[in-house]
């Protein structure tokens, strides 16, 4: 019973690089999402996907893409890490739309120098 | 957009106290979160509540949806309890419709 998978939980990029955060799920939910959290700020949501195939953008996705080929994983890729993009980074899922319960990965650490 | 405050920002409490945290929301909503962020960064989903109340074990959550407030109560607290919580209010539509607080910090001392 893993629930949400997020891997790696730290990283370090230089500025210029890229990467791409792994994020599967083991609960057949449709809805997934990426956020990011910034000290003293709320969660921002960057994209989200409504099931597989499909996939929209939220408040922060400048710098990011995303795909959605299959229900379980969403990988979050960033492309050219800029100073930026240093942040803590949130997948999470839940059954049906946002009024019902969010389901959250451990998150990933992620530091561009 | 919705706009969510959380009181207090920081809050340091004895052991046993029963503690109180508010969280207020400027738009209508169909579903309010509370959630709990451990000090080693994985958050954890509380509690999700539409109208009224609900409980697991010592936490009890409550919504007012005309006066536009929910409080998350923490009976007979411990330090384990010591967390950031966060709200979140869900105004409905597509995923954007989710305005996080910017969470409550909460120290727990023996």
């Known amino acids: 019973n893993a629930g949400v998978t997020q891997t790696p939980k730290f990283r370090i990029l230089k500025i210029g690089q890229s990467m791409t955060l792994q994020c599967t799920q083991d609960m057949n939910h449709n809805y997934m999402y990426w956020y990011r959290q910034d000290p003293g700020m709320g969660l921002k949501l960057i994209y989200y996907s409504v099931g597989a195939g499909i996939t929209d953008k939220g408040e922060v996705p400048n710098g990011y893409n995303v795909s959605r080929s299959t229900t379980e994983d969403f990988p979050l890729r960033l492309e050219l890490a800029a100073p930026s993009q240093t942040s803590v980074y949130f997948c999470?899922?839940?059954?049906?739309?946002?009024?019902?319960?969010?389901?959250f990965g451990n998150g990933t650490r992620l530091t561009v120098t | 957009k919705n706009e969510v405050e959380q009181s207090p920002q920081n809050l340091t409490a004895q052991e046993g106290e029963f503690i109180t945290i508010n969280c207020s929301y400027s738009?209508?909503?169909?579903?309010l979160h509370w959630l709990q962020q451990h000090p080693g960064g994985g958050i954890v989903s509380l509690f999700m509540?539409?109208?009224g109340k609900k409980k697991h074990g010592r936490l009890i959550a409550t919504i007012n949806i005309q006066e536009k407030h929910s409080s998350l109560h923490i009976t007979a607290s411990h330090p384990r309890d010591s967390a950031v919580y966060i709200c979140?209010?869900?105004?409905?539509?597509?995923?954007?419709?989710?305005?996080f607080g910017k969470g409550t910090h909460l120290i727990i001392q023996p």
């Open positions: 999470a899922s839940s059954r049906d739309r946002l009024n019902s319960p969010l389901h």
């Open positions: 509540l539409s109208s």
């Open positions: 979140a209010a869900y105004s409905g539509g597509g995923a954007d419709g989710l305005t």
């Open positions: 738009v209508g909503i169909s579903a």
